[in-house]
């Protein structure tokens, strides 16, 4: 190469380069930079995060938030036409790769940023002094939001709390700054409690002032210790669950629905109109729920929670062929209950939640001429309210799941009364508790002790919250496996065939068994590698 024409080419470049620097704009923000104080200027920006720090947890009481853990726990059998819904998890074969595990993992860390950024950005704000209050209230709401999603993370993805060693066990990585790129190594589980309790305190002394009432579409304190009760229980400090779950049902502000006995309409099914209980779950009314998050029909959605599946198309078609025979509402959800759930866990005739939580309804798999008869879940229907189609099946609508989420109600904090005061060995105040709920729901009262009566506070647990996503978390903290998953049937009653059940998933799972907890999605390990992996998903 001749020395001109060298020259040549290292002009070009030079000259290439300083157009390529004059067409930057060198003040402007690296691509992976977020500025989220563009967005968060004034107390009207402010307000803005706020409904959306709702709206992002309205998001997550239904669906894959609890349904996961449910199909892999001991109370639902897959229907034949479930689609391998959730099947890594009825199965037992949970895998890192599994997009499940992904969109929860991700969508939990996604609502922690929003969360983040409040707790960021609003303690410089300047407010009047008619707004300061309204300031707290937001900061309240975001310190109550970064613990319950910490706290769903820790379920999931933390070892299990024992406090002789949480501060060696893994907990999950803390997520305290909005955007940032550090790729952080798991907290301790002394830690990651540490700060979900810590966040929770701050947020009952900011809510402090906000009035509580029955139904409370706001998070007051009252919500803030419904949580930190549970979050206690879950711990395994059962004299702070206690004392916190004592609190609330000695204020008084959310009774237990009177004892009723159900009535009946024509069809031998429950008249919502005349049972508080189904008012509860099927119109969103009632005094027992703490914290009930505000839904609108047309663009106020929570997350569903698809375990009625009424079939439309089935229904249809039978009532054009006015058969008699064959009329009538047919279902098809993914999921149904074993028969340990219908004959022996709501086997008592007077327990009027059975008559709300189930419906007895045909269902067919590919064919509509081959139909059975069993039992689906109703507690997630949705309030008739939010339908969009009226119809002669199914109380006059078909149930699209729309319905306000229920995270927090009086009868799990009497469930967590109960079973500290049994574990603290008052064996008088876990009765007490135990007896209060059971009297509301239509169950005789026991006066079982030791054992027996511990058995009685865990099936109780297991009717009252029934599907709401607890299920495999109980579980694993009491120790016991997952075995029974019989088909439905009753002798002289109803028979279900197998093949209305997808097949394959009979497990035997030990205690002990590492799928307990779930292991971390492998997309999030490639990115992250100071993530350490949960015991027995080393290799995987």
């Not at 579409?217 to 004299?239: F, P, T």
């Not at 022996?344 to 045909?362: I, K, M």
């Not at 998953?485 to 030990?510: C, D, H, L, M, W």
């Amino acid at each position: 190469m001749n020395t001109q024409m060298k020259t040549t080419k290292i002009l070009f470049w030079a000259l290439t380069l300083m157009v390529t620097l004059q067409g930057c704009d060198l003040d402007r923000e690296p691509a992976d930079y977020i500025d989220y104080a563009a967005s968060y200027r004034n107390m009207q920006d402010a307000r803005k995060w706020d409904n959306g720090i709702y709206s992002t947890l309205r998001g997550k009481f239904g669906g894959g938030y609890i349904l996961p853990q449910e199909a892999q726990a001991d109370m639902l059998n897959a229907h034949a036409a479930f689609g391998n819904l959730y099947g890594e998890f009825h199965g037992w074969n949970i895998k890192p790769e599994s997009n499940v595990l992904q969109e929860i993992y991700h969508s939990y860390y996604n609502a922690l940023i929003d969360a983040n950024v409040v707790l960021t950005l609003l303690p410089g704000l300047e407010a009047g002094n008619a707004e300061i209050p309204v300031k707290n209230h937001y900061l309240g709401d975001a310190y109550f939001a970064r613990a319950f999603y910490h706290f769903n993370l820790a379920l999931r993805w933390g070892m299990p709390y024992q406090e002789s060693t949480a501060d060696k066990d893994l907990g999950v990585v803390l997520a305290l700054t909005p955007g940032d790129l550090r790729k952080s190594a798991r907290a301790t589980n002394a830690q990651t409690y540490g700060l979900i309790l810590s966040d929770l305190h701050k947020a009952d002394s900011l809510l402090s002032d906000l009035p509580v009432m029955q139904g409370n579409s706001e998070i007051s304190a009252d919500a803030v210790k419904a949580l930190r009760a549970r979050v206690y229980l879950y711990m395994g400090n059962m004299a702070k669950a206690y004392e916190e779950a004592k609190q609330l049902i000695d204020r008084g502000t959310y009774p237990l629905i009177k004892p009723y006995q159900a009535k009946l309409n024509s069809e031998n099914k429950i008249d919502p109109r005349e049972d508080a209980f189904a008012q509860m779950w099927f119109y969103d009314n009632g005094n027992e729920q703490i914290w009930q998050p505000f839904v609108d029909k047309e663009n106020e959605i929570a997350t569903t929670t698809g375990l009625y599946g009424a079939d439309l198309s089935t229904a249809t078609y039978w009532d054009g062929k006015h058969d008699a025979g064959k009329t009538g509402d047919y279902n098809k959800p993914a999921y149904v209950p074993t028969r340990e759930v219908i004959n022996n866990l709501f086997s008592g005739d007077n327990d009027h939640r059975a008559l709300a939580l189930f419906e007895f309804v045909r269902t067919t798999v590919n064919d509509m001429n081959v139909s059975a008869q069993l039992y689906v879940i109703a507690k997630f229907k949705g309030n008739p309210n939010y339908a969009t189609l009226n119809s002669t099946h199914w109380g006059g609508y078909v149930p699209n799941g729309n319905q306000a989420p229920k995270p927090f109600r009086i009868a799990e904090q009497y469930l967590i009364a109960a079973e500290a005061a049994y574990c603290l060995g008052n064996m008088g105040e876990a009765q007490h508790y135990l007896n209060q709920l059971r009297m509301s729901r239509g169950v005789p009262t026991t006066n079982l002790v030791g054992d027996d009566l511990y058995k009685e506070i865990k099936e109780e647990r297991a009717r009252e919250l029934a599907y709401e996503g607890f299920r495999l978390w109980d579980l694993r903290r009491w120790k016991q496996g997952v075995s029974k998953r019989t088909f439905q049937g009753r002798e002289n009653y109803y028979q279900v065939p197998a093949s209305f059940f997808a097949g394959g998933y009979k497990v035997n799972i030990e205690p002990d068994n590492y799928m307990f907890v779930w292991p971390f999605p492998k997309n999030e390990r490639l990115i992250n590698t100071n993530i350490q992996p949960n015991p027995g998903w080393e290799d995987k």
